[in-house]
């Protein structure tokens, strides 16, 4: 968001200094004055906002709103239709954000800045149209409000699509490799007292998959993924690395508590799952990695030292040898 306030205030100026040059040609250099002062004022300010990186929400609607209150000022000093016509260019603009709130938004001040233009300075914007048609100006802006929510609408889905595929993997849901990275280094820059993985590898899925073939093996994989989910808090993080590995991260957790978690997690695993007429009997080998070192922590290390754990769990952690017996 930080680089879409950087962008709509870039494009913000481009508009200005075409708007300042027509003004400047029709009426002369005096013509942009004393507007252009409240622009120089608003614009450094929202440089300021940028270049701090503060808060990117607040600067956001900052923008927005000091780009009505420069238009507000700019009509009642230069009552011009080319002005009320570049106002109006704030309404797309604002739709760079993607956000359904800024739209509306930025419709409302649009059509607040219409209705003081058309009644309080009518004779100079507006010589030539009667009052009445104040409706139709008002339907123009209902009508570009209605069409950029619907762009944006399209758009978010097509995101949300786009970032499903980007970030998750296709058959369980859970995330891949690369949404694991992105969380771990952004988990490195928040105020947590630890970090731990879990490396969880299935024992005999390759007999499933051989014995009952790659479809069974795929549902086993989803319950799988669905069992580990329910053991989880709002804040770990599944990861599926690839065939029937499975990584957890986990934040703020004990070397007590990281053990308890992994109990569990094998006691879950080791219920029945009753796929297709048949009752499956799994088991896994888990192996972790736990850390309070979070500045100096690197995944592909820890990632590492969990799956050599897992190997040395391999054996005496195994239960039984997985299989299927049918249903009855």
Request: charged content about 20%.
């Amino acid at each position: 968001m930080h680089q879409r306030n950087s962008v709509l205030l870039l494009l913000i100026c481009v508009f200005y200094f075409i708007n300042i040059t027509i003004n400047i040609f029709i009426e002369g250099v005096a013509s942009i004055f004393p507007p252009a002062y409240l622009f120089i004022v608003l614009g450094m300010l929202l440089t300021i906002f940028i270049y701090k990186k503060v808060n990117p929400k607040i600067t956001m609607y900052a923008i927005v709103s000091c780009v009505y209150i420069y238009f507000y000022f700019l009509l009642k000093d230069s009552p011009y239709l080319v002005n009320y016509i570049f106002m109006w260019l704030a309404l797309p603009l604002s739709a760079i954000y993607q956000n359904s709130r800024v739209v509306v938004l930025a419709g409302i001040a649009s059509t607040v800045l219409t209705y003081y233009a058309f009644f309080y300075l009518h004779d100079e914007v507006f010589p030539n149209v009667v009052k009445g048609d104040f409706a139709f100006l008002v339907l123009f802006g209902v009508l570009v409000t209605s069409l950029l929510l619907f762009f944006n609408y399209k758009i978010n889905e097509a995101n949300a699509k786009l970032q499903k595929l980007a970030y998750l993997d296709p058959l369980t849901g859970a995330a891949n490799r690369l949404l694991l990275k992105e969380k771990f280094n952004f988990l490195k820059t928040t105020k947590i007292n630890s970090i731990a993985l879990i490396f969880i590898d299935m024992n005999g899925f390759k007999t499933i998959n051989d014995t009952y073939g790659h479809e069974m093996g795929d549902q086993l994989l989803e319950e799988i993924a669905a069992r580990l989910t329910s053991e989880l808090r709002d804040t770990d993080l599944l990861c599926r690395l690839g065939g029937d590995e499975f990584v957890i991260l986990f934040t703020n957790l004990d070397s007590e508590k990281l053990e308890i978690v992994k109990s569990r997690i094998q006691h879950t695993l080791e219920k029945p799952m009753y796929l297709n007429q048949q009752v499956i009997n799994v088991s896994a080998s888990i192996g972790s990695y736990f850390t309070t070192d979070i500045s100096d922590a690197i995944l592909e290390t820890m990632l590492k030292e969990a799956d050599r754990a897992m190997y040395r769990a391999k054996g005496s952690d195994l239960k039984y040898e997985s299989g299927a017996v049918p249903l009855t």
